[in-house]
């Protein structure tokens, strides 16, 4: 069945040509993006969702207009899932992107924007009782800079990791940054549990900020589970006691294996059902 999309204050059907030849979106990955989720409604853990975006528009030197604000994506965010018949449970991407133009001379910096919206099943967020594998990406490096934290449009090395994990059968892969460190999953961030306390690769080591990743550090913070961000090697994740990553979608994903190795999942289980569990249940 057709669904809609919301492109530019307007909505469309979802098979409308979107960018030309000579978008900047399409030539060069100019731009960002958001995924998110709505729940009966309500776009989940959405201050945090939009926070993030302006910032990368800064970062990208893009130039809203004054009614381009989160009121308005947010509205229009509700509006599209809605029209679709995904009010109660939906995933939504929203993207943004550059006008025509060449590198040096772009049209304007103002935001284009497409906003589409998909159902998810309950299951979705549930505990993912067998386990996740994993596996590590060898090809690409993440970068160590603020673009490297931000949902920039140009994701190849996601994809190239999201390929290998395709290929070997993992549920994901591990990015590794330029010093070999670990930086993040292919649409999640990672942490690990050692000797009861979690660690999660800091902003400088190059993983994308995700908002589900803040939200769990301020949980763990607020209710006294130790948590360190700090660079982690390949070595010390294969010698965790637990794994597990995180994303808006999904919530948390406990990682059984990887590398013929087993993991346990005490704390990434109590860390399910007492944040993870309530957020999707409100």
Request: aromatic share 10%.
């Amino acid at each position: 069945m057709s669904q809609v999309l919301f492109e530019d204050g307007q909505f469309h059907r979802d098979d409308k040509l979107i960018v030309g030849a000579n978008s900047r979106g399409l030539r060069y990955g100019d731009g960002l993006f958001e995924t998110m989720k709505v729940i009966n409604g309500r776009l989940q853990l959405g201050n945090w969702h939009m926070e993030r975006l302006f910032a990368g528009l800064r970062l990208l030197q893009f130039e809203p207009p004054a009614h381009f604000n989160a009121d308005y994506l947010t509205d229009n965010i509700l509006k599209l899932v809605h029209r679709n018949g995904h009010s109660r449970l939906a995933r939504v991407r929203l993207m943004i992107f550059r006008a025509n133009g060449a590198l040096f001379d772009t049209v304007s910096n103002y935001p284009h924007h497409v906003i589409q919206s998909w159902p998810l099943q309950d299951a979705q967020h549930e505990w993912n009782e067998s386990g996740w594998e994993i596996g590590f990406h060898r090809t690409a490096r993440k970068a160590m800079d603020p673009l490297a934290n931000a949902k920039t449009n140009n994701y190849l090395p996601y994809v190239m990791a999201a390929m290998d994990a395709k290929k070997h059968k993992w549920n994901d892969a591990v990015l590794l940054n330029a010093a070999g460190r670990i930086a993040d999953a292919t649409i999640a961030n990672i942490f690990l549990v050692k000797q009861g306390t979690v660690y999660t690769p800091p902003a400088s080591d190059g993983p994308v900020l995700g908002v589900m990743r803040r939200y769990l550090i301020q949980f763990c913070r607020n209710k006294g589970v130790s948590l360190e961000e700090k660079p982690l090697s390949e070595i010390e994740l294969m010698d965790a006691d637990e794994i597990f990553l995180t994303n808006t979608s999904y919530g948390i994903r406990w990682v059984a294996r990887s590398g013929g190795k087993h993991f346990a999942n005490t704390l990434s289980r109590r860390l399910y059902e007492e944040a993870i569990r309530p957020l999707f249940q409100s």
